[in-house]
T-cell receptor, first 115, second 115 residues
Framework: EAGVAQSPRYKIIEKRQSVAFWCNPI?????LYWYQQILGQGPKLLIQ????????DSQLPKDRFSAERLKGVDSTLKIQPAKLEDSAVYLC?????????????FGDGTRLSIL | AQSVTQLDSQVPVFEEAPVELRCNYS??????LFWYVQYPNQGLQLLLK??????LVESINGFEAEFNKSQTSFHLRKPSVHISDTAEYFC?????????????FGTGTRLLVSP
């Protein structure tokens, strides 16, 4: 089966600019996650969707970050305006049924550098 | 709140030697436990998982982990490592979050295998 697809792989922007990332989960996976992974740290959950509804966005900096999952399939994560501390790898993951212990499958991520 | 501790940020080891990567977690409720591996410039890949049943779980590439409830540990071991095992390893605990499972990651352990 095809894995989780993310684009772009790399992005370099200046602070205060805006940026968007795209994720296409594995077909049939209702749960979708966005993580932020800062260099030297483990991934931190930003937002979790179940179909097109938000389950958890408690760690999403809502003054600058937004995410949507229209039609319950693809998702986009946006940052506007970007700050230097947003430099990180943004990982998308999906899961068939996490409540039963089904694992999360990760994409290769988007590496964001803020100048 | 649930948390995961990986005490060793880096573990150097010679090829064909045994290795153990330590993971301890804290949780007041039952959890699922996972080990993920991350190769450079890639996303996380599931290595193995503990959901229930036998406390010893194995992966297809020779890794194993043992769930120890009394010590709240889930250490990862391999009797003989290869150069190709060089990567970052993340321990994660899955907890129930508003009816859905949420992964909390440790900070990771970098395994460095040298000839």
């Amino acid at each position: 089966e095809a894995g989780v697809a993310q684009s772009p792989r790399y992005k370099i922007i200046e602070k205060r600019q805006s940026v968007a990332f795209w994720c296409n989960p594995i077909s049939g996976h209702a749960t979708l996650y966005w993580y932020q992974q800062i260099l030297g740290q483990g991934p931190k959950l930003l937002i979790q969707f179940q179909n097109n509804g938000v389950v958890d966005d408690s760690q999403l900096p809502k003054d600058r970050f937004s995410a949507e999952r229209l039609k319950g399939v693809d998702s986009t994560l946006k940052i506007q305006p970007a700050k230097l501390e947003d430099s990180a790898v943004y990982l998308c993951a999906s899961s068939l049924d996490p409540r039963s212990g089904q694992p999360q499958h990760f994409g290769d991520g988007t590496r964001l550098s803020i100048l | 709140a649930q948390s995961v501790t990986q005490l060793d940020s880096q573990v150097p080891v010679f090829e064909e030697a045994p290795v153990e990567l330590r993971c301890n977690y804290s949780s007041s409720v039952s959890v699922y436990l996972f080990w993920y591996v991350q190769y450079p410039n890639q996303g996380l890949q599931l290595l193995l998982k503990y959901l229930s049943g036998s406390t010893l779980v194995e992966s297809i590439n020779g890794f194993e982990a043992e769930f120890n409830k009394s010590q709240t540990s889930f250490h990862l071991r391999k009797p003989s490592v290869h150069i190709s095992d060089t990567a970052e390893y993340f321990c994660a605990v899955s907890v129930l979050n508003t009816g859905f499972q949420k992964l909390v990651f440790g900070t990771g352990t970098r395994l460095l295998v040298s000839p």
